[in-house]
């Protein structure tokens, strides 16, 4: 059974950073794609950024320029490096790998 569990979140004024980190235990967490998504009050859930165990990463168009997803395979954690943040990036955010999600990092986003 995989567990999966994010950290990093908080507030934060407009064009400012984060680091979100997603712990993976109970699987051979090398040989996943592992997806970053948010959900913002009142939305659906949506895709933010995957990465797959060569490396290749794929954005949301919203987020490209200004998030980076990378992964350290040794410590079983895929980082999300947000930069310039804006208050429509307001959103619980969750890693994903495989059928399992995380339980979520709340991440606001405001002056």
């Known amino acids: 059974q995989v567990r999966l569990v994010e950290s990093g979140g908080g507030l934060v004024q407009p064009g400012g950073s984060l680091r979100l980190s997603c712990a993976a235990s109970?699987?051979?967490?090398?040989?996943?794609?592992v997806g970053w998504y948010r959900r913002a009050p009142g939305k659906q859930r949506d895709f933010v950024a995957n990465?797959?165990?060569?490396?290749?990463?794929n954005y949301a168009a919203s987020v490209k320029g200004r998030f980076t997803i990378s992964r350290d395979n040794a410590k079983n954690t895929v980082y999300l490096q947000m930069n310039n943040l804006k208050p429509e990036d307001t959103a619980v955010y969750y890693c994903?790998?495989?059928?399992?999600w995380g339980q979520g990092t709340q991440v606001t986003v405001s002056s």
């Open positions: 109970g699987s051979i967490f090398s040989n996943y794609v």
């Open positions: 990465i797959f165990r060569g490396g290749t990463t």
């Open positions: 994903a790998m495989g059928d399992s």
